[in-house]
C-alpha cells in the first residue's frame, strides 16, 4: 500500500504528500488583485503537497468572473507574491491555474463593452457569468454572444498564456496549470459540436487539440516542462458543453501530445457522473461512471508515460488509496473539503471528522467562510 501522506517527487519539484488542493473559484479580490487575506486562505491550507491557485485570468479578455485576481498586471503579480512566499515559509509547494474563459463571459465583463471571444460565436446556452446585470450589480448573469477568434488572434492568446506563466514564475509560483477543463476556452476547441471553425484549429481530431498543444509548447519554451501541468474534463457537459462520440479519442490522441513533452502532470476533473446521468452520452451505453472513469485513467495514463496523474472529483481518501494503490493515479485532489478543513491533509491522516462548508460563503464576501474556519484541535 502507497503512504499517501510520505513525500512525493513531482518531476523534480518535492511534495510533502500526494494530496492535492484543488482550484476553487472563491472571488474574494474586490480589485482582481490577490491580497493579504488570500496570502492567510492559502497559508492556511499550506500542508497539501499542492496548492494549485484559484483559476487566475491571463487577461481581461479571459476573464468571466467578477473579483478573481489575475496575472497579467505588475499589481496583480506583486499580489500573488504575497501568497506565494506566505505558502513557502510555511514549507508549501503553489501552482498558478492560469484561465480564459472563453465564451463564458460577459460583456460588462469586456474591455469597452465588446463581446466575449470564443472558437465559434455559438453562445453557451443556458449558461451563466458572475458579470454586472442592467443595474450595474455584481450577480450572474447569462452569458454573452461571443464572436469566433480570427486565426490570427489565436495565436495571439497562446502567446498570452506564456506571458502568464512567465508572469507566475515571477510571482513566485512553483509552476502553472493550465485550466484546459469544464467549459472553458479549450474544450470550445476541444469539442466538435462546438469548434464550427474551417482554419488550422478547426473541426478535425488533429485541429482541434492543436490549441492545447502550442499552448503547452509555448509556456514549455518561457518556463520550462517540470514546471508545467494542465487540467482536463473529458465527458464534462458544464457550460452547454455537448457529449460528442469520439470523446475518448480525443483525451487519447491529446495526452498522447503532453507525453512526448515531459511536464509535470496531467490534472483530471471527473466529471463522468454528470455524463452518466440519463445516459445523455452517445458512448453511454450501459457503463458506469466507474467503470468510464477507470477507462479513462487507463487511457490517459497509457499515454503520458512518467508524467504525473492527478484526479480530482467527488475524492475521498479510500477512493484516492485504493486509486493510487492500483497505480492509476499519482496524487489525488480534494476540493470542498479544504474549504471549511484548512487543516485536511491532518484530518485526513488521523481520520478525524471534516467540518462542512456554508455554500453561502462560496462566493464572494469578506473572511467570513474563507478564512474563519479553525483547525481540528481549535473546534474542540
Request: aromatic content about 8%.
Amino acid at each position: 500500500m502507497v503512504d499517501l501522506f510520505q513525500p512525493y517527487a513531482l518531476n523534480g519539484i518535492t511534495l510533502r504528500n500526494r494530496i492535492v488542493m484543488a482550484p476553487m473559484t472563491r472571488s474574494r479580490a474586490p480589485h482582481d488583485t490577490a491580497d493579504t487575506m488570500t496570502a492567510l486562505y492559502y497559508a492556511q491550507r499550506a500542508s497539501a503537497g499542492l496548492i494549485v491557485s484559484e483559476g487566475t485570468p491571463i487577461s481581461r479578455e479571459g476573464q468571466g468572473y467578477l473579483f478573481n485576481p489575475g496575472i497579467f498586471t505588475e499589481a496583480q503579480i506583486a499580489g500573488w507574491r504575497l501568497s506565494t512566499d506566505s505558502v513557502r515559509a510555511v514549507g508549501g509547494r503553489m501552482f498558478a491555474q492560469l484561465w480564459h474563459v472563453g465564451r463564458v463571459s460577459h460583456t460588462s465583463l469586456q474591455a469597452d463593452g465588446q463581446a466575449p471571444v470564443s472558437a465559434s460565436s455559438k453562445r453557451a446556452e443556458g449558461a451563466v457569468a458572475f458579470a454586472y446585470d442592467e443595474a450595474g450589480q455584481p450577480g450572474f448573469v447569462p452569458t454573452s454572444t461571443p464572436r469566433a477568434l480570427t486565426t490570427d488572434e489565436v495565436r495571439r492568446i497562446v502567446q498570452d498564456f506564456a506571458t502568464a506563466a512567465q508572469n507566475a514564475v515571477r510571482a513566485g509560483f512553483d509552476g502553472v496549470e493550465i485550466h484546459a477543463a469544464n467549459g472553458y476556452l479549450f474544450e470550445q476547441f476541444l469539442n466538435p459540436l462546438v469548434n464550427d471553425r474551417t482554419d488550422a484549429y478547426s473541426n478535425s481530431l488533429e485541429n482541434r487539440i492543436r490549441f492545447a498543444v502550442e499552448v503547452v509548447d509555448a509556456i514549455v519554451a518561457r518556463i520550462g516542462a517540470e514546471r508545467v501541468g494542465i487540467r482536463i474534463s473529458p465527458y464534462g457537459q458544464l457550460f452547454d458543453m455537448p457529449p460528442y462520440a469520439d470523446t475518448l479519442e480525443t483525451y487519447r490522441a491529446l495526452s498522447a501530445e503532453l507525453g512526448k513533452r515531459g511536464i509535470a502532470y496531467v490534472h483530471v476533473m471527473d466529471q463522468s457522473n454528470y455524463a452518466m446521468k440519463g445516459q445523455e452520452s452517445p458512448e453511454a451505453g450501459a457503463q458506469s461512471a466507474s467503470a468510464r472513469t477507470e477507462e479513462l485513467l487507463r487511457t490517459i495514463k497509457g499515454e503520458i508515460g512518467s508524467t504525473a496523474l492527478i484526479l480530482a472529483g467527488a475524492m475521498t481518501l479510500q477512493r484516492a488509496q485504493e486509486l493510487v494503490d492500483a497505480g492509476l493515479i499519482d496524487l489525488a485532489a480534494f476540493g470542498q473539503p479544504f474549504i471549511a478543513n484548512p487543516d485536511l491533509v491532518a484530518r485526513l491522516q488521523q481520520g478525524l471528522p471534516l467540518a462542512k462548508p456554508v455554500r453561502e460563503t462560496y462566493y464572494g464576501g469578506g473572511a467570513e467562510g474563507y478564512i474563519d474556519y479553525p483547525p481540528y484541535r481549535d473546534e474542540q
